[in-house]
């Protein structure tokens, strides 16, 4: 009895033995194969999910243009292509010539970016390089961020109630007939609207930068304007015309400030101060009252050619930044 008891305390007293999954090579090559498979199928999924999502925006702009070149088909054969340089837009007498719209949109928005430019490229410098970091820099970043985000209607009372009395008042010092509304103060407005996309992608661009040219050039004694203008400015010029690209199309589209304080006349402006029109405030104000077949089909071959126009530019911006990247 004592031997049988002994041996059982002698079994307790074992350690409990652990089994031990040995994996051989061959497993181990097989489940790297099955994990490879599993990562070559989802980078399979992943492309065709990124190449569906390129393909279907090509098929949204193809639509888009489609679209409005068929329903400008009854223009098109009604007015033909005198329809773009005619001087008069008189629904009345169903007579429709763009060019007045045309103009006022090329005045209006070439002028905005003339003024827009000294301020975004300011703006991107001083946030780039002079003021990178600290509540200042962030609250001037946030305060430029803020003016994209205000909506355009916004915009439009802004200058209806403060600007157009402005620009009487000095329309009226340099002996300009005082309309306060027109051409000069819808640039204005866009000017204001336009600057954070050119300075929110130039002061990217600058703080994108490599910190080795700017200390090679500090180290050979330049200044910081010097820095700027000579290694600063020449390397990012590509990113600075794209944004000032961006901010382009941004002005070409504007539709409810400027059809505000525009002044919405049908003829060619005289000069910069007088009233006129765009192809967005055009077909934003008479859309709705288009009651003839051509009537309608002309305002929607105005928003064709405003199509036409955007792409064109761009498409000639994008040559210039490729000539600027290639030099």
């Known amino acids: 009895m004592e031997t049988n008891s002994n041996n059982s305390a002698i079994t307790r007293k074992q350690p409990m033995l652990r089994v031990i999954n040995i994996k051989t090579p061959e497993i ?13 199928k989802a980078e399979n999924v992943f492309r065709r999910v990124l190449f569906t999502m390129a393909l279907l925006m090509l098929v949204i702009v193809a639509g888009i243009a489609l679209t409005l070149t068929v329903e400008s088909i009854p223009s098109l054969k009604a007015l033909g292509v005198s329809y773009l340089w005619g001087k008069v837009w008189d629904p009345v007498a169903d007579v429709y010539g763009a060019f007045p719209f045309l103009l006022g949109t090329l005045l209006t928005s070439f002028l905005a970016l003339i003024i827009s430019i000294p301020f975004s490229f300011g703006i991107a410098i001083f946030l780039g390089e002079y003021y990178p970091k600290g509540w200042f820099s962030n609250l001037i970043k946030n305060t430029v961020e803020l003016i994209a985000a205000v909506p355009s209607v916004i915009y ?13 008042a000095f329309e009226s010092k340099i002996g300009v007939t005082p309309y306060g509304i027109g051409i000069f103060s819808s640039a204005l407005i866009l000017s204001i609207m336009i600057i954070p996309y050119a300075a929110s992608m130039g002061r990217e661009m600058i703080r994108m930068v490599p910190s080795q040219l700017k200390e090679g050039a500090y180290s050979l004694g330049a200044t910081r304007y010097e820095v700027m203008r000579s290694i600063v400015l020449p390397y990012t010029k590509s990113g600075l015309f794209a944004g000032v690209l961006l901010s382009l199309g941004r002005a070409l589209g504007e539709t409810m400030a400027v059809t505000m304080v525009i002044g919405n006349t049908s003829l060619i402006p005289k000069s910069i101060f007088a009233p006129g029109n765009t192809m967005a405030s055009v077909i934003a104000n008479e ?36 000539r600027f990247t290639n030099d």
């Open 156 to 168: 439009g009372f802004w200058g209806l109630f403060v600007l157009v009395p402005i620009v009487r």
């Open 28 to 40: 181990l090559k097989l489940k790297r194969i099955k994990r490879s498979y599993r990562h070559i």
């Open 287 to 322: 859309f709705t009252e288009a009651d003839r077949t051509v009537y309608l089909s002309a305002l929607i071959e105005l928003g064709l050619v405003l199509f036409l126009v955007t792409v064109v530019i761009n498409m000639i911006g994008k040559r210039i930044i490729k």
